[in-house]
């Protein structure tokens, strides 16, 4: 399935690819071709949402693509002003009308939003969906434990996923073995650390020792570990640089180094806790 490349159960049963293509900040208008590039180098997971306002683009990229409904698992996210269990129910219809589908492999609740304490709702929308046949798949991002131990608390449904920041300088250890215990699957967001941690020494060396770059170096760091990594570009030459490392692997040494540059400091989003709106 998905051409061979590797891919991961989810808890619930449903297969997904470990390599992603991440579209934040790519306009709808700019979408179809950014999309298509990774579709046509060989990437089989797009990470879109409500919030990035090119799902649009996305589904013409897939559409376009030739591609069959099962070559391609497609993700979108709940708009955070519209949680609520009804609002819920009618984003999701706007998301696949705009993306041209009739069922979804992937819905996220975007950002947790505590002070407006609608998640629980909002989940049970989700888990409606999933029983309804219109997801494949149901998950949350930027989801503390706190936040996790309260939906499944209170729904008994565990989410397949939670997507949260996650990258050589900020690795989430213990968020990490939450989710280990409760088999909920992490996808790294910033993967790269929005290109930031290109430049570590230690990483440029470990890339020149397998002649690979450093990008190549991090997304494998990621796999090795069973994440779920997403890395978003429009160019065209890193698009394929990023999707060119099923060849390669590190070895325990080059991950405990890359282990090593977990940072106190290095977190790059905005908290869980206290994020409110934009998206
Ligand atoms: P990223 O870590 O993927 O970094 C992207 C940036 O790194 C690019 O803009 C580019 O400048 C650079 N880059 C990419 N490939 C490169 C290469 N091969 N060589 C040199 N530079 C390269 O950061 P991101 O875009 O913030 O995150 C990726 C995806 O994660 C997003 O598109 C989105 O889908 C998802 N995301 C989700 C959330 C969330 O709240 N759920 C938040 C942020 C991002």
Redesign the pocket.
């Known amino acids: 399935m998905f051409g061979g490349q590797p891919v991961l159960t989810l808890n619930d049963g449903i297969m997904i690819p470990q390599l992603g293509f991440?579209?934040?900040?790519?306009e709808d208008k700019t979408a179809p071709a950014a999309v298509g590039e990774a579709l046509k180098v060989g990437y089989r997971l797009i990470?879109?949402?409500q919030g990035?306002d090119n799902e649009q683009g996305v589904g013409e990229a897939f559409r376009a693509s030739g591609l069959g409904r099962d070559d391609v698992f497609i993700t979108t996210?709940l708009r955070n002003r519209e949680q609520g269990y009804d609002a819920t129910l009618r984003a999701f219809d706007q998301s696949m009308q705009k993306l041209g589908l009739d069922v979804l492999d992937l819905f996220?609740i975007?950002?947790p939003l505590p002070d407006l304490n609608t998640y629980v709702e909002t989940w049970k929308a989700f888990v409606k969906l999933k029983a309804d046949g219109r997801i494949r798949s149901i998950g949350v991002?930027?989801f503390n434990p706190s936040h996790l131990e309260r939906i499944i608390g209170e729904t008994g449904v565990t989410p397949s996923v939670n997507?949260?920041?996650l990258?050589p300088r900020f690795q989430q250890r213990a968020v990490r073995d939450f989710h280990a215990e409760h088999g909920i699957t992490i996808e790294s967001?910033?993967?790269?650390?929005?290109?930031k941690v290109?430049s570590d020494p230690v990483i440029q060396a470990i890339a020149e020792k397998y002649g690979r770059?450093?990008?190549?170096v991090i997304l494998r760091w990621h796999l090795e570990q069973g994440l779920i990594a997403?890395?978003?570009?429009?160019?065209p030459s890193?698009i394929a640089?990023?999707f060119e490392i099923f060849d390669f692997s590190l070895d325990a040494e080059d991950m405990a180094q890359i282990d090593a540059l977990d940072d106190p400091n290095g977190k790059i989003?905005p908290d869980p806790e206290t994020f409110h709106f934009k998206?």
């Open positions: 991440g579209v934040w900040q790519v990470d879109t949402a990035y996210k996220l975007h950002w991002s930027n997507q949260i920041e990258h967001w910033s993967p790269l650390g929005q290109g290109l770059s450093a990008a190549q997403i890395p978003k570009s429009v160019t890193r640089e990023n989003g998206f």
